[in-house]
C-alpha cells in the first residue's frame, strides 16, 4: 500500500516530538500499521526558529491552510493549541474530507460539538487521545476498553503542575509559593500559572472525559472548578496525620440526579493507588459497574509522551481509512444521535464528605457548638482533631472530618460556624472522597 | 442495522458475567456500537446446574460444535477454558468463518500462534482482551495506545492469587502456607495452587504480552517461571526494612542479546506505584521509548471484570464486521508477516540486581569471605545488613542487595557462598528490580 501523508500544523513541543517518534520509530510503526506512515508537510510561525526536530524531508510553510488545502495530504495533525485560527484550521481540513488528529483541550472542551457534528457529516474522524493526560491512553481506555460498562464515576489526577506543587508541599513541607516558582523555574507551570493552579486546564480534561463515559454532550460551562492556591502546608500536614493525602482531581459522577462535574483539591485516603501518584505524573480511576475501579497512569504531558499519543490516534485514523464511518467508534464513544443531555448538578447538589480547618478560642463550650450546628445540619463528624494551643496563643486549630452531605447543608453550617463569637477567620474547607 | 448474534461457549463464571453484562448493559452498549449485541445461544456442560446468569431467550445446548457449526451466530464467545477440545473448538469456529472472543490465556499462549494463523488465512479476528488481567484494557492498550512506540519492557502483577498471598505476609505477618489455605478458602486459588503459585497462569500471560509488545512469535516454552513459595516472612520484612516490596512480577525486557522473559518474586522499591498494587488487583507498567512507563490498574480476575473484557472484544469485532481485514488491528500487534523471531535469553543470560539473605556464623571474617566472593565475580554491593544473633544463637542471618549483574556470575558467586564453612543452609536469593 502507498504511504499515508500526514501534515502537521505547529512545531513546537509537541509537534517536534511527533516528528522525532515517527521518524525514529517508522519502521516499527509501520510494521504495526501495515503501511508507511510519513509527514510530509508542516507549518510553523516562524520557519528560522532552532527546532527540537530534523525537518529534513518535510515541506514547512508558515501557512497551515495550504497544508489544509492540500489535496495531497490524508491527515491533519493540529498541534497549534488554542481556540481562535485553530477552530477554523479544524473546521476547514474537516470540510476539506481531512481526517483531524488534535491534542488540544481547550478546542474540544469547548468547541467539540460542532467540530465533531462537521466531522460525523462529512464522515471524518477527529482524533484526540493526547488531548487528556498526554501519553496515558484513557481516551481509548474508556471509549473502548470498557464499552462493556455503565460508568458510575471517574476521578482523575490531570494536570501535572498541580500535582508537582501538592507532592512538593507535602514531601519536603514547603509553601504553595515557594513551590509555584519552582515550578515556573523548571518550564512546569508557566508564567501565568493560572489555567493550571485554578483547574481551567483540568476542568477542559474533565469535560472531554465525561463526555465519552457518560455519553453527553460537552459541557466545559458546566463544570465547577476550584484551585489549590488556598491549600496551606498545615493542611497537607493534617490530612497527613489522619491518613489522607490531598490531591487536585478532577472528579465527575452520575447520579440520579444528575452529573457532578468537578475540579477541585481533595482528601483521599492514603492507601488509594491514585494518592500515591506522584510529581508531574497523572493518573484516572474510572469505575465501571462490570470492570469495576481500573486506573490509568502516566506521563501527563512533555513532548514525546504526548507524540506517543497523537502518533497513536494516526495509527488508528490510517487503520479507518477505508472503513464504513458509521462502523468507527464514535468521537464521544456513543453514537451522536445516541447522546443525552443529561442535567449537569450544581455545586449546592453535590454530595461529598469534608474535611474542615478551624481556629477557636480555647475556651469550654467551643467543640459543642461546633458539633452542634454540624448536627442541626445533619452532619454526621467521622474523626476529630483538636490541638493544644501553642504557648502564649489561645486560638487552637481544630480538624474535622465528616461524612457524606449536600453541600448546600455544608455551606449552611459553615457559614454558621464563622459566626461564633468563638471561631476566628475562614472555615478552609477541602472536600474528600474514599474513592471506593 | 440488525442485531448481532453471539453464541458463548461455557456458563461458568466468566461466560454466566458475560451474559449478565451484556443483558444488564444492552442499552448502553447499542448506544456505543451502534447496534443491538444479543447472546441467542450458549453451551454449558450441564444444563441442570444452577447458574448465575438469568439465560431466558438463550437457546441452550450441551454440544458447543452445534453453536460452532450454526450459520446464524456471527461471533463465537469462547468462555470454557483449557486446551483440550477447546482448540478443536476454536479452530472449528474460524474455518467456519466465525470471529472469535476468548479468555483463555493458556490455549493463547501455547496454541496462538497456529490459531491466529489460522484466523488471519480465513480472515477473522480471535480477540483476547480477557485473557491477560481481566477487567483492565491493557492488550488495548499496548497493541494500539502505545503503537508508536518502541517497548522496552513491561512488568506485571498478573496473577491475583499470587498477590493477595504476598500482600497478606506483608500486612498481618502472616507464613505463606497459611495464607494460601484461607485463599484457598475464600476461592481465590484452586485447590491445587500450582498453576498460580508457581507462576505457570503468569507465564501464560506473560507470553502474550511479550508477543504484542515485541512484535514476536508466542514461546511460552521459552518463559522462565519461579513461584513464591519460598519467600519467608522473614524475607518480606527485610525488604520492607531496606524500602523495598516484594512483588511476583511477569518481566519482559528487551536487550541487545534478546528478548528476557521471567516470572519471578521481585523485590520494588516500595515508592513506586506497583509496589502499592495489594490483594486480588493486577497492574502492568509498560516502558515505551516515547510514552515513557505507563501503569494499567485493575481487577485481575472474576465474573463480571472479565466479562467486561470480553463484552468490549465482542463490540470491538462487532465494529469490525464490515471492515477490511488487511486495515484491522493485528492479532499480536504486528502484522503477521512483520513478527520477528528474537532470540528468547536462558536465564544465566538474566541481568538483574539482587536480594540475597543467608545465614553465617558469628565470627570475625564471615562477611569479608562473602564480599570477596561476590568481588570475585564483578558484583557490587549496594547495601547490606547484618543481625545480631538471637540470645543463645551463633548463627546470624546477612542480607545483601547487589547491583545489576549477570545471572551466571550471581548462580557462581552463591555457589561459592554456600560451600563456605561459616555459612549454613542454601542463600535465598530473589531477583530485584527498580522498574525506573
Known amino acids: 500500500m502507498k504511504p499515508v501523508k500526514v501534515g502537521v500544523l505547529g512545531l513546537g513541543t509537541v509537534g517536534g516530538g511527533t516528528v522525532n517518534v515517527l521518524k525514529r520509530n517508522a519502521v516499527e510503526i509501520a510494521r504495526r500499521a501495515g503501511r508507511e506512515i510519513v509527514i510530509t508537510r508542516a507549518s510553523a510561525k516562524d520557519l528560522t526558529k532552532a527546532r527540537i526536530c530534523d525537518t529534513q524531508g518535510i515541506a ?4 497551515p491552510f495550504e497544508i489544509i488545502n492540500d489535496p495531497d495530504i490524508d491527515i491533519i495533525v493540529e498541534l497549534i493549541g488554542g481556540c481562535g485560527a485553530v477552530k477554523d484550521m479544524v473546521l476547514q481540513a474537516i470540510a476539506n474530507g481531512k481526517h483531524v488528529v488534535t ?8 468547541h467539540g460539538n460542532e467540530i465533531f457534528a462537521k466531522a460525523s457529516e462529512k464522515g471524518v474522524m477527529v482524533a484526540f487521545e493526547a488531548a487528556v493526560a498526554g501519553g496515558i491512553p484513557v481516551i481509548k481506555a474508556i471509549r473502548e476498553g470498557l464499552s462493556a460498562n455503565h460508568i458510575e464515576w471517574l476521578a482523575g489526577i490531570i494536570n501535572g503542575t498541580g500535582n508537582f506543587i501538592l507532592t512538593e508541599m507535602r514531601d519536603k513541607g514547603r509553601d504553595f509559593n515557594d513551590v509555584l516558582a ?21 476542568g477542559h480534561k474533565l469535560t472531554i472525559l ?22 496551606t502546608r498545615a493542611d497537607v500536614e493534617y490530612a497527613e496525620q489522619l491518613g489522607y493525602r490531598i490531591k487536585h482531581l478532577g472528579i465527575a459522577r452520575k447520579t440520579p440526579e444528575g452529573i457532578e462535574l468537578r475540579v477541585h483539591p481533595t482528601l483521599i485516603p492514603d492507601r488509594r493507588l491514585i494518592a500515591n501518584v506522584d510529581g508531574v505524573m497523572n493518573a484516572v480511576v474510572v469505575k465501571g459497574d462490570a470492570a469495576g475501579p481500573t486506573l490509568y497512569y502516566g506521563a501527563g504531558a512533555g513532548s514525546e509522551p504526548t507524540a506517543s499519543s497523537v502518533v497513536a490516534d ?8 477505508t472503513s464504513d464511518p458509521e ?9 451522536a444521535d445516541a447522546l443525552v443531555d443529561i442535567p449537569v448538578l450544581s455545586a449546592d447538589d453535590f454530595r461529598t464528605a469534608y474535611y474542615l480547618r478551624l481556629s477557636a478560642e480555647d475556651k469550654p463550650g467551643v467543640l459543642a457548638d461546633v458539633t452542634r450546628i454540624l448536627a442541626d445540619h445533619h452532619i454526621s463528624i467521622e474523626a476529630l482533631i483538636q490541638k493544644q494551643p501553642l504557648a502564649g496563643e489561645t486560638v487552637v486549630p481544630i480538624i474535622l472530618l465528616t461524612q457524606i452531605t449536600r453541600e448546600q447543608e455544608m455551606n449552611a453550617a459553615i457559614a454558621k460556624i464563622e ?5 476566628t477567620g475562614k472555615v478552609n474547607r477541602i472536600r474528600l472522597e474514599t474513592l471506593g
Do not use: C, W
Not at 103 to 110: F, G, I, Y
Not at 210 to 224: E, N, T
Open 60 to 63: 514547512l510553510t508558515t501557512d
Open 103 to 110: 491534542a488540544n483541550k481547550s478546542l474540544l472542551a469547548l
Open 182 to 202: 519552582e515550578a515556573q523555574a523548571l518550564g512546569y507551570a508557566e508564567a501565568d500559572p493560572t489555567f493550571d493552579v485554578e483547574g481551567i486546564d483540568a
Open 210 to 231: 465525561a463526555s465519552i463515559a457518560f455519553g453527553m454532550p460537552l459541557q466545559f460551562d458546566k463544570v465547577y472548578t476550584e484551585g489549590i492556591t488556598q491549600i
Open 314 to 321: 494516526v495509527v488508528d485514523v490510517v487503520r479507518a481509512l
Open 327 to 335: 462502523n468507527r467508534v464514535p468521537h464521544l464513544a456513543f453514537q
Open 419 to 423: 459566626a461564633l463569637q468563638t471561631v
